[in-house]
């Protein structure tokens, strides 16, 4: 295993991007809340139906100078769906081939994850909250090896049957109902809050309902807007909480979309609402509607604005360590801080399909971003280029899939590092 892990220390420490003077440390000694919106697509954000914000509230963080929001910003999710969203936002290590990692992986793996890192370097304390049963993509025992002191799932909420939604607690419960939870964990905390009433197919009870669905005819398309809508009062009504509390100026709060919501079978549906022919509306699209917000709202601020770097997922952990005034760099991470000047624009899909500023890769075919025109006759100079970025990604991949198939960590341990005991971590409710 020696051989493969310097393989990997040898391109992590080498594609390591160095922190921006100007931020590093910014945010240092805050809260972090997260806040997980399922299923949510970048082309929701700013987006009107019929006339109509879908998601003013998130509009309007976005569109803010108190947020940093990222206009490239791209989902790299392989079939662990949300898990792996979750694996590469807490360890900036990619999800498998095939499957989920939390599944195969999540019970016996070494992880150096956000939840340690923070509570080593920064003292901080960790909950996520979520209203699933907390076996679902085996997230109880996955939590346990980052090191999660606490996990707030479906035990721990009122599950009465019109609370919930498929996938569990609907979202304004969730926040409403962790209060008495959040309140108690002792500050700065990490707090992870995973929504789930816009999740497939996107139905909601008529109560709870106050948008006006789209008219394709495809209802998976059409209560899209309406479960978009819903979850974006959830997290109004959350932040209003969060000033009363007196938490909002303690906190930094970083929003991101875990994958698709429609999924590429239905982009032809979707397309006339987004100006776009619905019969040649090509793949390249697909790569673009790979695009999920994310978004750094850090109270007080003035300097925020768009941002229009590429990247990634893979991304978002090195650059919250670095706002944070943590130096990433002695981490096994695949991700670049965003906001270095050396960070790493080539944006790796699980499927090997790449996105650049400029170009999407897709197999051999080079697509233009903007206008998706085909690039056939590709000059000399643009095919190394692309040949040089295919081999990184290909490289990256398969070494982050070498060190969590063979649980590499177990031999590396961080300067100063004191590597996770999950016995340390009960998430059982105890009767309060
Ligand atoms: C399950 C919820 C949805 O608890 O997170 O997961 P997904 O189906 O999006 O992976
Ligand atoms: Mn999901």
Known sequence: ESADLNKVLTFTKEHYAKPNPDLFGIAQGKNVIVIHLESFQQFLINYKLDGKEVTPFLNSLYNGNETYSFANFFNQVGQGKTSDAENMLETSTYGLPQGS?????????????????????GNYSSAVFHGNVGSFWNRDNTYKNMGYQYFFDASYYNTNSN??????????????????????????????????????????????????????????VDNYFVTAHYL???????????????????SIIVIYGDHYGISDSRNLKL?????????????????????VPFMIHIPGITTGGIQEQYGGEIDVLPTLLHL???DS???????????????DQVVAFRSGTFVTPKYTVVGSTIYQNGSGTVITHPTNKLKQELKADKQKVRTELALSDSLNNKNLLRFYVPAGFTPV???NYNYKKQLS
């Open 101 to 121: 990692l939390f599944t195969t992986l999540g019970s016996d793996n070494t992880f150096q994850a956000a939840p340690a890192i923070l509570n080593q370097e």
């Open 163 to 220: 609370n919930l939604t498929e996938y569990g607690l609907k979202d304004k419960l969730l926040f409403h109902d962790s209060v008495k939870y959040l309140e108690r964990l002792q500050q700065p905390f990490y707090a992870k809050f995973i929504t789930v009433s816009n999740h497939f197919p996107f139905e909601l009870d008529k109560k709870n309902t106050s948008f006006k669905a789209a008219n394709t005819g495809d209802s998976t």
């Open 232 to 250: 974006d009062q959830a997290v109004n009504e959350f932040f209003n909480y969060l000033k009363e509390s007196g938490l909002y100026n303690n």
């Open 271 to 291: 397309a006339p609402l987004l100006g776009k022919s619905a019969t040649t509306w090509s793949d390249y699209d697909d790569a673009q509607m790979q695009r």
């Open 324 to 326: 944070l005034g943590i």
């Open 329 to 343: 760099s002695k981490y096994v991470q695949f991700g670049t801080d965003l906001f270095s000047p050396s960070h």
């Open 421 to 423: 005991n999950p016995q």
